[in-house]
């Protein structure tokens, strides 16, 4: 397992090994052990899995708060994403910056995302599954959103508005400057 560094330090990308052979592959894809050797001891309670059946489905930008606050580990099993992580600790010298990577099937590679930090992602290809580990249960009472496409963020999203698939939940969330719930 291959654990590299993004242009957000607590931001990561892993890479499981995958070993490929004439009946297809093995891969093991998630160690504890792994990554705690690399300084990454999260305890994962909930596997989540998306299914997105056209390309450009946006999905995000989602975060729960504290207490129920959410480490992910997003790994896409089928298709591909246009993967973002953006800084909403209102401590950090990164506030509303962004770190974002194409996570795919073909390249089997995942994004760490920690708790501070909000999550989206856009479908780049049809029928994409995503599957990603959470560090707490879901909760309603603590989930929170900022609109995907708010200027302020400056995301090359690889798709335009109008053709953006969103929720109707998604398409009525905040724009940053205007959410009060970031982290402290």
């Given at each position: 397992?291959?654990?590299?560094?993004t242009t957000l330090p607590e931001v990561k990308i892993v890479?499981?090994?995958?070993?490929?052979?004439?009946?297809?592959?093995?891969?093991?894809?998630?160690?504890?052990?792994?990554l705690a050797e690399a300084g990454i001891d999260l305890n994962f309670v909930q596997d989540n899995h998306s299914f997105s059946a056209e390309k450009g489905v946006v999905r995000g930008i989602h975060f729960q708060i504290p207490p129920h606050a959410q480490d992910k580990l997003i790994h896409v099993v089928k298709g591909?994403?246009?993967d973002v992580a953006i800084d909403l600790r209102r401590s950090s010298r990164n506030l509303g910056k962004h770190v974002s990577a194409v996570l795919s099937a073909q390249a089997w590679n995942q994004m760490l995302i920690p708790i501070g930090f909000g999550h989206g992602f856009c479908t780049l290809e049809p029928n994409t599954e995503v599957v990603y580990k959470v560090t707490d249960y879901y909760s309603r009472d603590c989930e929170r959103g900022i609109f995907w496409n708010d200027p302020e963020l400056g995301i090359a999203w690889p798709v335009v508005p109008e053709e953006a698939i969103l929720s109707v939940k998604d398409a009525h969330l905040p724009r940053m400057a205007e959410s009060v719930d970031l982290f402290a």
């Amino acid at each position: 397992m291959e654990i590299g560094s993004t242009t957000l330090p607590e931001v990561k990308i892993v890479k499981p090994s995958k070993y490929a052979d004439g009946r297809g592959f093995f891969s093991e894809t998630y160690n504890r052990k792994a990554l705690a050797e690399a300084g990454i001891d999260l305890n994962f309670v909930q596997d989540n899995h998306s299914f997105s059946a056209e390309k450009g489905v946006v999905r995000g930008i989602h975060f729960q708060i504290p207490p129920h606050a959410q480490d992910k580990l997003i790994h896409v099993v089928k298709g591909a994403v246009f993967d973002v992580a953006i800084d909403l600790r209102r401590s950090s010298r990164n506030l509303g910056k962004h770190v974002s990577a194409v996570l795919s099937a073909q390249a089997w590679n995942q994004m760490l995302i920690p708790i501070g930090f909000g999550h989206g992602f856009c479908t780049l290809e049809p029928n994409t599954e995503v599957v990603y580990k959470v560090t707490d249960y879901y909760s309603r009472d603590c989930e929170r959103g900022i609109f995907w496409n708010d200027p302020e963020l400056g995301i090359a999203w690889p798709v335009v508005p109008e053709e953006a698939i969103l929720s109707v939940k998604d398409a009525h969330l905040p724009r940053m400057a205007e959410s009060v719930d970031l982290f402290a």
